[in-house]
Protein backbone atom coordinates (compact mmCIF):
# COMPACT_ATOMS: atom_id res chain seq x y z
CA UNK A 1 0.00 0.00 0.00
CA UNK A 2 2.43 1.86 1.01
CA UNK A 3 4.52 1.63 -2.33
CA UNK A 4 1.25 2.36 -4.22
CA UNK A 5 0.95 5.56 -2.46
CA UNK A 6 3.77 6.63 -3.28
CA UNK A 7 3.96 5.57 -6.90
CA UNK A 8 1.01 7.73 -6.90
CA UNK A 9 2.61 10.76 -5.17
CA UNK A 10 5.11 10.00 -7.95
CA UNK A 11 2.74 10.11 -10.85
CA UNK A 12 1.58 13.91 -9.01
CA UNK A 13 4.97 15.13 -8.74
CA UNK A 14 5.64 14.40 -12.16
CA UNK A 15 2.57 16.17 -13.69
CA UNK A 16 2.66 18.94 -11.74
CA UNK A 17 6.31 19.62 -12.94
CA UNK A 18 4.62 19.45 -17.14
CA UNK A 19 2.02 21.40 -16.31
CA UNK A 20 4.55 24.33 -14.76
CA UNK A 21 6.95 23.76 -17.27
CA UNK A 22 4.31 24.17 -19.75
CA UNK A 23 4.07 27.49 -21.85
CA UNK A 24 2.31 29.29 -24.47
CA UNK A 25 4.39 30.69 -27.38
CA UNK A 26 3.74 33.22 -29.61
CA UNK A 27 5.45 32.12 -32.60
CA UNK A 28 6.41 33.96 -36.14
CA UNK A 29 7.95 32.80 -39.01
CA UNK A 30 11.33 33.28 -41.01
CA UNK A 31 12.15 32.92 -44.60
CA UNK A 32 13.21 34.18 -47.47
CA UNK A 33 16.93 34.01 -49.76
CA UNK A 34 20.59 35.04 -48.55
CA UNK A 35 19.46 38.29 -46.59
CA UNK A 36 16.70 36.59 -44.79
CA UNK A 37 19.06 33.23 -44.28
CA UNK A 38 21.73 36.32 -43.12
CA UNK A 39 25.28 36.90 -43.80
CA UNK A 40 25.92 39.77 -40.97
CA UNK A 41 28.83 38.89 -39.66
CA UNK A 42 28.78 37.70 -36.05
CA UNK A 43 32.62 38.87 -35.49
CA UNK A 44 31.31 41.98 -35.85
CA UNK A 45 28.80 42.29 -33.19
CA UNK A 46 31.49 44.46 -31.11
CA UNK A 47 31.15 47.87 -29.42
CA UNK A 48 27.71 49.55 -29.89
CA UNK A 49 26.51 45.82 -31.23
CA UNK A 50 28.25 43.72 -28.53
CA UNK A 51 25.07 43.28 -27.05
CA UNK A 52 23.60 40.98 -29.75
CA UNK A 53 26.45 38.46 -29.33
CA UNK A 54 24.83 37.15 -26.33
CA UNK A 55 22.45 34.86 -26.77
CA UNK A 56 18.53 35.24 -25.86
CA UNK A 57 17.57 32.77 -23.32
CA UNK A 58 13.76 34.11 -23.45
CA UNK A 59 13.67 33.68 -27.26
CA UNK A 60 13.77 30.71 -29.03
CA UNK A 61 14.42 29.29 -32.48
CA UNK A 62 13.77 26.65 -35.04
CA UNK A 63 16.62 27.01 -37.75
CA UNK A 64 16.93 24.71 -41.25
CA UNK A 65 18.20 25.91 -44.50
CA UNK A 66 17.04 23.56 -47.52
CA UNK A 67 18.80 20.68 -49.53
CA UNK A 68 19.73 22.45 -52.68
CA UNK A 69 23.31 23.16 -52.25
CA UNK A 70 23.85 19.90 -49.95
CA UNK A 71 23.27 18.53 -46.31
CA UNK A 72 20.28 19.99 -44.11
CA UNK A 73 21.82 21.83 -41.54
CA UNK A 74 19.58 22.70 -38.72
CA UNK A 75 19.13 23.63 -34.94
CA UNK A 76 17.21 19.82 -33.97
CA UNK A 77 14.43 21.50 -32.55
CA UNK A 78 14.31 24.99 -30.74
CA UNK A 79 17.08 26.80 -28.96
CA UNK A 80 18.12 30.07 -27.72
CA UNK A 81 18.17 33.04 -30.33
CA UNK A 82 21.52 33.84 -30.93
CA UNK A 83 24.06 34.19 -34.28
CA UNK A 84 24.95 31.41 -36.22
CA UNK A 85 21.52 30.36 -37.34
CA UNK A 86 22.38 30.69 -40.75
CA UNK A 87 23.93 28.99 -43.61
CA UNK A 88 26.22 30.89 -46.46
CA UNK A 89 25.95 28.33 -49.54
CA UNK A 90 28.93 27.37 -51.82
CA UNK A 91 32.60 27.27 -49.89
CA UNK A 92 31.21 28.98 -46.87
CA UNK A 93 28.99 26.98 -46.24
CA UNK A 94 29.57 25.65 -42.50
CA UNK A 95 29.26 21.67 -41.27
CA UNK A 96 27.85 22.20 -38.33
CA UNK A 97 25.69 24.91 -36.49
CA UNK A 98 25.86 27.81 -35.20
CA UNK A 99 27.71 29.51 -37.80
CA UNK A 100 29.56 32.72 -38.02
CA UNK A 101 26.36 34.71 -39.69
CA UNK A 102 23.31 35.65 -38.89
CA UNK A 103 20.23 37.36 -40.24
CA UNK A 104 17.09 39.74 -38.84
CA UNK A 105 15.81 36.95 -36.37
CA UNK A 106 18.51 38.19 -33.99
CA UNK A 107 16.80 42.13 -33.73
CA UNK A 108 13.63 40.92 -34.69
CA UNK A 109 13.04 38.46 -31.97
CA UNK A 110 14.24 40.67 -29.62
CA UNK A 111 11.78 43.42 -30.53
CA UNK A 112 8.86 41.19 -30.69
CA UNK A 113 10.02 39.63 -27.11
CA UNK A 114 10.27 43.35 -25.38
CA UNK A 115 6.69 44.13 -26.57
CA UNK A 116 4.86 41.20 -25.96
CA UNK A 117 6.78 41.59 -22.75
CA UNK A 118 5.75 38.67 -20.37
CA UNK A 119 4.79 36.18 -23.30
CA UNK A 120 6.93 33.28 -24.64
CA UNK A 121 7.82 34.66 -27.88
CA UNK A 122 9.77 31.29 -30.42
CA UNK A 123 10.48 31.73 -34.33
CA UNK A 124 10.55 29.33 -37.05
CA UNK A 125 13.37 29.91 -39.59
CA UNK A 126 13.46 28.56 -42.63
CA UNK A 127 15.43 29.89 -45.47
CA UNK A 128 17.84 29.58 -48.47
CA UNK A 129 20.02 32.05 -50.05
CA UNK A 130 20.32 32.48 -54.14
CA UNK A 131 16.66 31.38 -54.38
CA UNK A 132 13.50 33.27 -56.76
CA UNK A 133 10.06 33.06 -55.84
CA UNK A 134 9.79 32.30 -59.27
CA UNK A 135 10.84 29.03 -59.49
CA UNK A 136 12.15 27.84 -56.02
CA UNK A 137 9.85 29.43 -53.88
CA UNK A 138 6.50 28.94 -55.80
CA UNK A 139 4.32 26.62 -54.08
CA UNK A 140 2.69 25.12 -57.89
CA UNK A 141 6.26 24.03 -58.34
CA UNK A 142 7.46 20.90 -56.98
CA UNK A 143 10.25 19.30 -55.25
CA UNK A 144 11.94 23.09 -54.57
CA UNK A 145 11.68 24.86 -51.68
CA UNK A 146 8.06 25.41 -50.93
CA UNK A 147 7.26 22.14 -49.36
CA UNK A 148 10.00 21.73 -47.58
CA UNK A 149 9.06 25.52 -45.77
CA UNK A 150 5.66 24.46 -45.08
CA UNK A 151 6.76 21.13 -43.48
CA UNK A 152 9.47 22.33 -41.33
CA UNK A 153 6.98 25.10 -40.35
CA UNK A 154 4.12 22.38 -39.17
CA UNK A 155 6.85 20.13 -37.84
CA UNK A 156 8.06 22.92 -35.42
CA UNK A 157 4.55 24.05 -34.36
CA UNK A 158 3.68 20.12 -33.81
CA UNK A 159 7.27 19.90 -31.65
CA UNK A 160 5.98 22.62 -29.71
CA UNK A 161 2.38 20.94 -28.85
CA UNK A 162 4.86 17.46 -28.28
CA UNK A 163 6.09 19.34 -25.06
CA UNK A 164 2.94 20.61 -23.56
CA UNK A 165 3.62 23.61 -24.89
CA UNK A 166 0.02 25.80 -26.76
CA UNK A 167 0.86 28.73 -29.04
CA UNK A 168 -0.40 31.44 -31.62
CA UNK A 169 1.25 31.43 -35.01
CA UNK A 170 1.37 35.41 -34.92
CA UNK A 171 3.15 36.95 -37.90
CA UNK A 172 5.20 36.09 -40.88
CA UNK A 173 8.58 38.10 -41.80
CA UNK A 174 9.52 37.18 -45.63
CA UNK A 175 12.96 39.17 -47.37
CA UNK A 176 13.21 37.67 -50.72
CA UNK A 177 13.67 39.37 -54.49
CA UNK A 178 17.28 39.68 -55.15
CA UNK A 179 17.04 36.65 -57.93
CA UNK A 180 13.80 37.54 -59.16
CA UNK A 181 15.15 40.86 -60.69
CA UNK A 182 14.72 39.91 -64.21
CA UNK A 183 10.66 39.82 -63.41
CA UNK A 184 8.17 42.43 -64.63
CA UNK A 185 6.72 44.30 -61.29
CA UNK A 186 3.25 42.31 -62.78
CA UNK A 187 4.93 39.23 -62.37
CA UNK A 188 6.70 39.49 -59.03
CA UNK A 189 3.72 41.19 -57.77
CA UNK A 190 1.21 38.43 -58.97
CA UNK A 191 3.40 35.65 -57.61
CA UNK A 192 4.25 37.17 -53.71
CA UNK A 193 0.62 37.78 -53.70
CA UNK A 194 -0.17 34.08 -54.29
CA UNK A 195 2.41 33.22 -51.80
CA UNK A 196 1.13 35.30 -49.00
CA UNK A 197 -2.36 33.53 -50.29
CA UNK A 198 -0.94 30.30 -49.87
CA UNK A 199 1.12 30.12 -46.78
CA UNK A 200 -1.97 31.64 -45.02
CA UNK A 201 -4.35 28.78 -45.99
CA UNK A 202 -1.40 26.29 -45.84
CA UNK A 203 -0.86 27.21 -42.21
CA UNK A 204 -4.49 28.12 -41.64
CA UNK A 205 -4.25 31.69 -40.53
CA UNK A 206 -6.28 33.44 -43.33
CA UNK A 207 -5.46 36.92 -41.66
CA UNK A 208 -1.57 36.29 -40.66
CA UNK A 209 0.17 39.21 -40.69
CA UNK A 210 3.26 39.51 -42.96
CA UNK A 211 5.85 41.92 -43.11
CA UNK A 212 7.92 42.19 -46.98
CA UNK A 213 11.10 43.47 -46.79
CA UNK A 214 12.58 45.40 -49.49
CA UNK A 215 15.85 44.11 -51.22
CA UNK A 216 18.85 46.81 -51.75
CA UNK A 217 18.84 49.36 -54.26
CA UNK A 218 21.56 48.68 -56.72
CA UNK A 219 19.72 50.03 -59.64
CA UNK A 220 19.18 47.05 -60.91
CA UNK A 221 16.03 45.51 -58.97
CA UNK A 222 13.42 48.46 -59.76
CA UNK A 223 10.87 45.96 -60.39
CA UNK A 224 10.96 43.85 -57.82
CA UNK A 225 11.36 46.67 -55.07
CA UNK A 226 8.50 48.15 -56.83
CA UNK A 227 6.25 45.47 -56.66
CA UNK A 228 7.20 44.71 -52.72
CA UNK A 229 6.09 47.78 -52.20
CA UNK A 230 2.92 47.41 -54.11
CA UNK A 231 1.79 44.20 -52.40
CA UNK A 232 2.32 45.27 -49.08
CA UNK A 233 -0.41 47.77 -49.78
CA UNK A 234 -2.76 45.67 -51.35
CA UNK A 235 -2.81 42.43 -49.78
CA UNK A 236 -4.52 42.88 -46.31
CA UNK A 237 -2.44 42.39 -43.93
CA UNK A 238 0.57 42.66 -45.26
CA UNK A 239 2.95 45.21 -44.48
CA UNK A 240 6.59 46.83 -46.33
CA UNK A 241 9.83 47.38 -44.46
CA UNK A 242 12.60 49.67 -46.34
CA UNK A 243 15.67 49.15 -46.66
CA UNK A 244 16.44 53.12 -47.11
CA UNK A 245 20.09 53.79 -45.61
CA UNK A 246 20.96 50.35 -44.89
CA UNK A 247 24.33 49.33 -45.92
CA UNK A 248 26.15 46.07 -47.73
CA UNK A 249 29.37 45.00 -47.24
CA UNK A 250 29.49 43.61 -50.95
CA UNK A 251 28.60 46.37 -53.15
CA UNK A 252 25.59 46.25 -53.09
CA UNK A 253 23.14 42.88 -52.28
CA UNK A 254 24.15 41.81 -48.87
CA UNK A 255 23.56 43.29 -45.45
CA UNK A 256 26.41 44.63 -43.38
CA UNK A 257 25.97 43.26 -39.68
CA UNK A 258 24.68 46.78 -38.43
CA UNK A 259 22.03 46.76 -40.96
CA UNK A 260 20.91 43.22 -40.26
CA UNK A 261 20.56 44.46 -36.82
CA UNK A 262 18.49 47.75 -37.36
CA UNK A 263 16.52 45.31 -40.47
CA UNK A 264 15.46 43.21 -37.97
CA UNK A 265 14.04 46.14 -36.01
CA UNK A 266 12.35 47.50 -38.86
CA UNK A 267 9.95 44.14 -39.05
CA UNK A 268 9.21 44.19 -35.55
CA UNK A 269 8.54 47.92 -35.65
CA UNK A 270 6.22 46.74 -38.42
CA UNK A 271 4.76 43.53 -36.97
CA UNK A 272 3.76 45.20 -34.03
CA UNK A 273 1.49 48.05 -35.48
CA UNK A 274 0.28 44.75 -37.33
CA UNK A 275 -0.78 42.88 -34.92
CA UNK A 276 -2.00 45.80 -32.75
CA UNK A 277 0.62 45.56 -29.71
CA UNK A 278 1.26 48.54 -27.98
Known sequence: ??????????LAVLTMTASVRADHYEVFVVAGQSNCDGRGKASELTGPLAKWAKPQDDVRIAYSCSKLRGAVLTSDGFKPLRSGWSVAPGKNKPTKLPSGTFGPELAFGRGMADHLKDKKVAIIKFAEGGTSLAKDWNPEVKDRLYPAFLDFTKKSLKALKDQ??????????????ESDATLTGEEYQKLLTAFIGRVRTDLETP????GIGEVFDNGKRDTVRGAQKATAEKVKGAFFVTAEKLKTFDGGTHFDAASQIELGERFAAGMVKAIGVR
Not at 1 to 10: H, I, N, P, Y
Request: net charge positive.
Open 164 to 177: GHTYTLRGMIWHQG
Open 207 to 210: DLPF
Open 1 to 10: MRSFTAVLCG
